[in-house]
């Protein structure tokens, strides 16, 4: 046997794993989208379920909540974990394992755990409304999870809040490896801290930038647990994401497998319409 079979071989249990329980179940739910009907009582009716999404108020409301979330947090998210990770780049900073692993830790708690502790934070006696009604920046208690402009405030702060962190180690581990002698020269040269984060550190981060950035986008078109346990989609669908809409399709609603496959595949267009978007931006051509 030659090395190339020898090669195959050793890789054809994880080709058929990804295959049998990745892209089949991906094609299968491509054929799901062209059918509709009750439970299993399927049947083929061509582009209609696609035709139907233009029509669905609330699936368009989904799709603007999700994106609204997209637009505003990932950007945030990616700008706050570039200045963590550079504050805490920083050799001369005391406790910076401390540190670390205070804004990293986040990233590995239960999602269900962090969501119900998020919810009574900023409930109307929460923590959140207390602290702010005793350093009376408010008069009043925020309604955090009834009003659509703040519930929609509350998912936002609490995605961010888990996802920073994990960025940040991204950076981080690069910053590392980038020699101190360029911010030296820079220094001697008469560069600022400013000038040099963004004429030194975001280029170099420029791939890395361009990895976080496309998996957080995927990650917040996914959005379900947060929006599920803080808020269930309310008030009145303020927050309801897509892939909470799509449960709802399946479970929660009388089941309409082909439907929720439709809007399913919503998701994966938008992950590739805007991952080619920032490949195009970042103008990576590989």
Known sequence: MNRQNTGWLFISLAVAAITIFYFYPMLQALLLSFQSGMGANLEYVGLANYIRLFNDPTFLTALKNTLLYLLIQVPLMIVLALIFSVLLNDATLKFRSFFRIAIFLPCVTSLVAYSVIFKYLFGMDGLVNQFLLNVSLISAPIQWL?????????????ITWRWTGYNMIFYLSSLQNVDQSIYEAAKIDGATPFQQFTKITIPMLKPIILFTSITSTIGTLQIFDEVVNITNG?????????????????FEYTPDFGYASTVSYVIVMLVVVLSIVQFKVAGEKK
């Open 234 to 250: 309310g008030p009145g669908n303020a927050t309801l994401s897509i892939s909470q809409y799509i449960y709802n399709l399946s």
């Open 146 to 158: 009834s009003d659509p402009f703040w519930a929609k405030v509350t998912i936002i702060v609490a």
